[in-house]
């Protein structure tokens, strides 16, 4: 690779000769990263896919502060396992289903997004056990391997009822279907899958902690660096890095935030670097409060 850009991956090499207006945009665009934490999580989860059905299917519950990437990796499994058409059996597999759990949870909501992930036509009077065995109808005859639920917290938004009811619904359809199922949600999510002693034992657990001074996030930084289209390389020192993440407070959407900011600055005043000075003079534009998805 040309020492001029030896600093960057291919693919960010590449968009060096486009306008600066369209670096900016590939900046600003949502971009898969690779990094060690997440590539864990995502070989615990295709570990899942590949398990032989049986009774008591293992699970995976992944907890994490809002802005933690959570919802990048579920979006990430499910795209690394898409739906495939057998034009011999005229079959149509689909190892992995995602859905969002919805914001006040029933046993009858739960299943109509769950037929609507389908593409099954629903009746407007069908009854829950109607839904119930239109859902499994479907879900056995595509294969589904893994049930993904995002923003399970949402459970606990449900009266003390509404919540042993989805819950056991969950367990039924793990022991009906024989599949697996992984619940992503912040900490709370925790209170939630624990309501039903017998779901939670088959859950292993995962936390996306939020990012501290180590060797980890060092290699988090390096990797963002490498994957930003800057003629010249970043060179950061540690009181850098000890500032980044300080003012992010450790959470991943916050410090892609704020290299992605530095980085159209850079690109925009022809420094095309990421300086210390720059990282001491930044300032959020963001609430430390405010959630992200």
């Known amino acids: 690779m040309n020492t001029e850009i030896s600093h960057l991956t291919l693919t960010a090499a590449e968009l060096l000769s486009e306008a600066d207006s369209q670096r ?20 615990r989860l ?26 990048m990796i579920m979006k990430r499994f499910r795209d690394q396992h898409p739906p495939s058409f057998n034009p011999l059996t005229g079959r149509l597999k689909t190892p992995v289903l995602a859905m969002e759990m919805t914001s006040r949870p029933g046993e009858r909501r739960f299943y ?28 056995d005859a595509i294969g589904v391997q893994v049930l993904v639920i995002d923003e399970v917290h949402n459970i606990l938004a449900g009266t003390y009822r509404e919540q042993r009811i989805v819950l056991n619904t969950l367990r039924f359809l793990s022991n009906r279907l024989q599949i697996s199922l992984v619940c992503f949600g912040v900490n709370d999510a925790r209170e939630a899958i624990g309501g039903d002693v017998q779901l939670a034992r088959r859950f292993d657990q995962f936390t996306l902690s939020r990012w501290a001074a180590n060797e980890q996030f060092e290699m988090l930084v ?72």
Request: proline letters at 5%.
């Open 222 to 293: 390096t990797l963002m660096l490498r994957n930003t289209p800057l003629r010249h390389p970043s060179v950061l020192t540690a009181k850098s890095l000890r500032r980044i993440l300080q003012v992010t407070e450790g959470i991943t959407a916050n410090i892609f935030h704020l290299v992605n900011s530095l980085a159209i600055q850079a690109i925009e005043s022809g420094r095309e670097r990421i300086t210390d000075e720059a990282i001491e003079k930044w300032e959020p534009e963001f609430d430390a409060d405010a959630a992200f998805a």
């Open 112 to 139: 109509a997004e769950v037929l609507t992930l389908l593409g099954a036509p629903q009746r407007p009077r069908a009854d829950i056990a109607q839904m119930e065995q239109a859902a499994l109808r479907i879900m």
């Open 24 to 43: 900016i945009r590939a900046i600003r665009s949502r971009r898969w990263l690779i990094y060690p934490r997440a590539k864990q999580v995502l070989d």
């Open 46 to 71: 295709n570990l899942l896919v590949d398990h032989p059905r049986g009774t008591r299917m293992p699970s995976l519950a992944i907890y994490g502060d809002s802005g933690m990437g959570k919802t």
